[in-house]
């Protein structure tokens, strides 16, 4: 059986029972491709890009209302990207056929949900969320010369 001893047991029992290996194939989706780069300079851009036009366009522009501005567009666009990406994981994997198959093996439902909703959660959070309030930080501190605490 020297074909076998690759294989590693799991002994998860319950709800748990294949999150391990979900969980890391779905992070393996966001962190060993092309995914978090791409999503983290679209989003750093499009911040970017909102925040710096509104530093040149209107230099005198209170603090408060830069911030508020930014916050509309950080918080409405990547909104409807989550539902679009998240759309394609669930239902994509249903139609294709590879959910049936994934809970075919001895995985629970829930390990396969709970899997999805924090892999993608995590690399929402940074890609998302953290990129662009980065560079929208940057822009205020240096562009516009406003000191912001962190």
Same mark, same amino acid.
């Given at each position: 059986?020297?074909?076998?001893?690759?294989?590693?047991?799991?002994?998860?029992?319950?709800?748990?029972?294949?999150?391990?290996?979900?969980?890391?194939?779905?992070?393996?989706?966001?962190?060993?491709?092309?995914?978090?780069?791409?999503?983290?300079?679209?989003?750093?851009?499009?911040?970017?890009?909102?925040?710096?036009?509104?530093?040149?366009?209107?230099?005198?522009?209170?603090?408060?209302?830069?911030?508020?501005?930014?916050?509309?567009?950080?918080?409405?666009?990547?909104?409807?990207?989550?539902?679009?990406?998240?759309?394609?994981?669930?239902?994509?994997?249903?139609?294709?056929?590879?959910?049936?198959?994934?809970?075919?093996?001895?995985?629970?439902?829930? *390990? +396969?949900?709970?899997? $999805? /909703?924090? &892999? %993608?959660?995590?690399?929402?959070?940074?890609?998302?969320?953290?990129?662009?309030?980065?560079? *929208? +930080?940057?822009?205020? $501190? /240096?562009? &516009? %010369?406003?000191?912001?605490?962190?």
């Amino acid at each position: 059986m020297s074909g076998n001893s690759a294989f590693e047991l799991v002994t998860e029992r319950g709800w748990r029972r294949g999150l391990g290996n979900l969980l890391s194939n779905e992070f393996s989706r966001w962190w060993k491709t092309n995914m978090w780069w791409v999503q983290s300079l679209i989003w750093g851009g499009i911040c970017g890009f909102m925040v710096g036009s509104i530093v040149v366009q209107s230099p005198d522009m209170p603090l408060s209302e830069m911030v508020m501005i930014y916050s509309i567009f950080g918080g409405l666009f990547p909104a409807i990207a989550v539902v679009i990406i998240l759309q394609d994981v669930l239902v994509g994997e249903k139609r294709s056929g590879t959910a049936a198959w994934v809970l075919s093996k001895p995985v629970s439902r829930q *390990a +396969f949900i709970l899997s $999805r /909703f924090i &892999a %993608h959660a995590l690399g929402v959070l940074v890609t998302m969320v953290l990129v662009p309030g980065v560079v *929208a +930080f940057l822009v205020f $501190r /240096f562009a &516009a %010369h406003v000191p912001i605490p962190p």
